[in-house]
T-cell receptor, first 117, second 110 residues
Framework: NAGVTQTPKFRILKIGQSMTLQCAQD?????MYWYRQDPGMGLKLIYY???????DKGEVPNGYNVSRSTTEDFPLRLELAAPSQTSVYFC????????????????FGDGTRLSIL | RKEVEQDPGPFNVPEGATVAFNCTYS??????FFWYRQDCRKEPKLLMS???SGNEDGRFTAQLNRASQYISLLIRDSKLSDSATYLC???????????FGTGTQLKVEL
């Protein structure tokens, strides 16, 4: 049981290049999330998905796109890389809430460290 | 008021000490919270869930105070391996979205 798997672990991009960060989970979780974490800062939600075919913006979606064609996969796409997108990117997944106020913990992949030069 | 606020620390404590962190939250309707642990350059990992009044797991105890809107994490008999950043987490709206605090850094020393 691998949990949440992210690839690649490290990447250096040039300004203006594009790339896709891959995320896959094998826990049959409906919900998946993408966060970025800048040095010394908290996690900021980029996009999230509550199921295949459904995605929604988080706090900092500009410059990113996502798709969710299967329950297992939730790739994050950077179309025109900018230095401000240098960060560590974490993918997470969870079960749905069990009730209006019964949130479920999120489980994280080990991250993709992205530098844009 | 930020959704989740934590003292960034660092808290420097000797091995064997008891240390407590507090975290305040703004959404009074929230009923479930989490503490995560994040080691340097690693992913956050779930430490404890905090539903209703609190939770205890070995040396770790989490408490929820709804009246004052804060949760706490108590670590007894600190170990060197407890050195990490502890993230307080509160729910944020639909989609099981969670807001992560910026973390409290703990350093346990010999």
């Amino acid at each position: 049981n691998a949990g949440v798997t992210q690839t690649p672990k490290f990447r250096i991009l040039k300004i203006g290049q594009s790339m896709t960060l891959q995320c896959a989970q094998d826990m049959n979780h409906n919900y998946m999330y993408w966060y970025r974490q800048d040095p010394g800062m908290g996690l900021k939600l980029i996009y999230y998905s509550v199921g295949a075919g459904i995605t929604d913006k988080g706090e900092v979606p500009n410059g990113y796109n996502v798709s969710r064609s299967t329950t297992e996969d939730f790739p994050l796409r950077l179309e025109l890389a900018a230095p401000s997108q240098t960060s560590v990117y974490f993918c997470a997944s969870s079960y749905p809430r069990q009730g209006e106020h019964s949130n479920q913990p999120q489980h994280f992949g080990d991250g993709t460290r992205l530098s844009i030069l | 008021r930020k959704e989740v606020e934590q003292d960034p620390g660092p808290f420097n404590v000797p091995e064997g000490a008891t240390v407590a962190f507090n975290c305040t939250y703004s959404n009074s309707a929230s009923q479930s919270f989490f503490w995560y642990r994040q080691d340097c350059r690693k992913e956050p990992k779930l430490l404890m869930s905090v539903y209703s009044s609190g939770n205890e797991d070995g040396r770790f105890t989490a408490q929820l105070n709804r009246a004052s809107q804060y949760i706490s994490l108590l670590i007894r008999d600190s170990k060197l391996s407890d050195s990490a950043t502890y993230l307080c987490v509160s729910p944020t709206g639909g989609g099981n979205k969670l807001t992560f605090g910026t973390g409290t850094q703990l350093k346990v020393e010999l």
